[in-house]
């Protein structure tokens, strides 16, 4: 191993119980999208306490920050480090991104005070919102990564893998408006938007025999109308709708689109689409980013596990459009344990789950300067971004 590298694990090691701290005041302090004031707050003082300039409010979200060390602030190549910090309603971090931001800050650390013997910087990016507000898309469209190279994280689960595939996403919203009659005295003067919505979803369960085995369509029913004597004239429903690829759920979007043409043309009903923001893209994976992860696995001892097929969506999707990014997973429970819940936010504090965050931190902080310190690497990489 690399004599800078064995230095970053013993930074990394040194820092082990500031970066187990931010990680439980995150957990005890669960704040969801957009209103994670004191998530931000408690990151950039942090920051700023270890040599940090920062900034809060960055594109416009008053919750996001960008650090950067106050030595070699402008140097390029410059990695970005991405903070997640928001937590689920109801369930709190049972994503694990309380872990995620300590990491993150944790391989910053370790390599902010090395930069001397680095070409190139370094930055944290605190991306608020990334369950369902995408405050990495935004953030994007605002220009803050246009000076930056690749982005790195990681996110605890249930398997260790370098880079794993995630789905496009669309969510939409689906409305059916019908004719209220009494559904007893008259029902012929109505038209049951109920039945038109029904239809839709059972359309929807038809079509799936036809698609890829990477999409996912799934919804639920928000207003079936309010009593059961009056032919409902309005429904709606939430649907999400997710593929491999930007361009194949596209075509399944138009598909889904034909299942609430088809049921309002056979009910009588009017229907209406909305697509409600953030869209997410599938991750455009960058090959060689996730080989040097593996080789900095295989120096930690960690095994990679066989990918199960298992599929998510998120905004770093849409950031890996924007420059080449790597998104590595380290397992804080078994397999068949469900993410999204409070077993998961609970296994964030376990021995194991403190044991993942300072491996994340290690292997973030020894990918980061794999990067930094090799042009060759560097070029594969811009190579395999296709730029």
């Known amino acids: 191993m690399e004599k800078m590298k064995e230095t970053l694990i013993r930074e990394v090691e040194s820092s082990a119980a500031d970066l187990c701290k931010i990680s439980e005041f995150l957990f005890q302090n669960p704040e969801t999208a957009f209103k994670e004031f004191k998530a931000c707050a408690y990151l950039s003082d942090f920051l700023k306490g270890q040599g940090f300039a920062v900034e809060v409010g960055i594109g416009g979200l008053e919750t996001a920050f960008f650090a950067r060390p106050k030595i070699k602030q402008q140097e390029r190549p410059t990695v970005a480090f991405l903070a997640e910090y928001d937590a689920l309603p109801g369930v709190g971090h049972g994503c694990g991104h309380n872990l995620i931001a300590a990491a993150s800050i944790g391989a910053a650390l370790a390599l902010s005070r090395h930069l001397n013997e680095i070409s190139g910087s370094i930055a944290v990016v605190g991306t608020p919102a990334e369950e369902g507000g995408g405050g990495k898309i935004l953030l994007a469209e605002a220009g803050v990564f246009s000076d930056l190279d690749i982005a ?140 040097t992860v593996a080789q900095n696995m295989e120096i930690l001892n960690i095994s990679i596990d066989q990918d199960d097929g298992r599929r998510g969506s998120s905004d770093i999707g849409n950031l890996s459009f924007y420059l080449p990014a790597v998104h590595l997973s380290l397992a804080i429970v078994d397999p068949e344990t469900p993410g999204h819940s409070p077993i998961f936010a609970e296994a964030t504090m376990s021995e194991r789950g403190r044991k993942a965050l300072l491996n994340a931190a290690k292997i973030l902080a020894m990918s980061a300067y794999d990067f930094l310190a090799s042009p060759e690497l560097q070029e594969r990489v811009k190579k395999a971004f296709g730029g």
């Open 152 to 291: 790195m994280m990681c996110h605890p689960g249930r398997l260790n893998l370098p880079g794993e595939e995630m789905l496009g996403r669309i969510k939409l919203k689906a409305e059916f408006f019908g004719r209220a009659a009494h559904a007893s005295v008259s029902p012929d003067k109505g038209i049951s938007a109920l039945d038109a919505l029904v239809m839709a979803y059972n359309n929807i369960n038809a079509l799936r025999q036809t698609l890829r085995s990477d999409v996912r369509i799934h919804g639920v029913i928000t207003n079936g109308g309010d009593a059961p004597n009056v032919i409902p004239p309005y429904t709606a429903g939430l649907f999400y709708i997710r593929a491999a690829t930007r361009d194949y759920l596209e075509e399944v979007f138009k598909k889904v689109q034909n299942c609430f043409a088809g049921a309002a043309l056979a009910t009588g009903a009017d229907y209406k689409i909305e697509i409600i923001p953030p869209s997410f893209d599938p991750i455009k994976r960058n090959p060689p980013l996730e080989q």
